[in-house]
């Protein structure tokens, strides 16, 4: 697949080319490259290189971050460790189940040094191999990501009632204000939490185009999501929880009953708001989340 890809993207001439399979070597003298096939890393042709003599993994875009350093080898690991984990979630989270599978390919590997293609070379394999074990792991964490806006002030007002209860409760709460907010960031918060609540007004019977794009983005990314619900409001009526759900195909959640209200949040409105938080105390507590 990468030949077709170089042929077609850079017109390379046939000749120019050595096709390998996987696990096939290509000796240099005294050096051997090992090429192991991951497909999937983002692109379909992706391909890993093992140095045997020296034991060094070139991971192609797998593994990396998005850090930009004068530093070759890694300096700062915390530094690191954020920059990897936004790579991850911005372009990696979507594959978790194929990374699953060559991570365990490369399991018996003797690796002393990662180079990925993108990011400072890692002297501590373990340090990202640990990360990305944790981030691809069904595992999910005591929080909940709502990503929202507000046009006059229902929704925003329901969302920060709303991220008080929650934090009363021991959850963690990670909102998100669409105007304002680097996506990037969204999709870092989405690896680890359980619940994802969407809050937006409706606009012309449907769901705010900022709430619209955030949700595409969600459904792309298949974060591991356990729960996610659907609170804003209305004046006037329309299909804003329906066409939300429809855009949440590819997540395997369970979705909770919606708070969608008319107008600005009543002592009623509330009052649901109340009912919601309980319920993803219960959810999040019978996870094992929450102790």
């Not at 077609?8 to 090429?35: A, C, M, P, Q, Y």
């Not at 890993?48 to 070759?72: M, P, Q, V």
Request: hydrophobic share 45%.
């Amino acid at each position: 697949r990468c030949k077709d890809f170089l042929k077609d993207l850079l017109l390379i001439s046939e000749d120019r080319f050595i096709v390998v399979n996987d696990h096939e070597t290509l000796s240099l003298g005294d050096k051997t490259l090992e090429f192991i096939l991951a497909p999937w890393v983002h692109w379909p042709e992706t391909m890993f290189t093992y140095l045997r003599e020296d034991k060094i993994l070139f991971t192609c875009d797998f593994l990396g971050s998005h850090l930009a350093t004068s530093d070759l080898v890694i300096a700062d690991e915390t530094k690191v460790y954020e920059a990897a984990k936004r790579y991850y979630a911005e372009i990696m989270m979507p594959f978790r189940k194929i990374i699953k599978k060559h991570l365990e390919k490369i399991r018996d590997l003797e690796i002393e040094t990662i180079a990925p293609s993108h990011g400072p070379i890692y002297n501590r394999p373990e340090f990202i191999l640990n990360a990305y074990k944790e981030w691809i792991s069904d595992d999910v964490k005591n929080e909940v990501v709502i990503p929202y806006i507000s046009m006059h002030g229902s929704t925003d007002k329901m969302v920060h009632y709303f991220v008080d209860v929650l934090i009363e409760k021991g959850i963690t709460v990670k909102p998100f204000n669409l105007t304002k907010t680097d996506i990037g960031e969204l999709a870092v918060a989405l690896v680890d939490a359980a619940t994802i609540v969407i809050a937006s007004p409706m606009v012309l019977a449907g769901a705010h185009p900022n709430i619209v794009c955030a949700t595409y983005l969600v459904n792309a990314l298949k974060p591991k999501l356990k729960f996610a619900c659907i609170i804003g409001s209305y004046g006037w009526g329309g299909k804003m929880v329906k066409q939300i759900k429809e855009m949440l195909t590819n997540l395997k959640v369970e979705i909770l009953k919606p708070v969608v209200i008319k107008g600005y949040p009543k002592e009623e409105d509330f009052k649901s708001l109340n009912i919601l938080a309980d319920e993803i105390f219960k959810k999040h507590e019978k996870l094992g989340l929450i102790v």
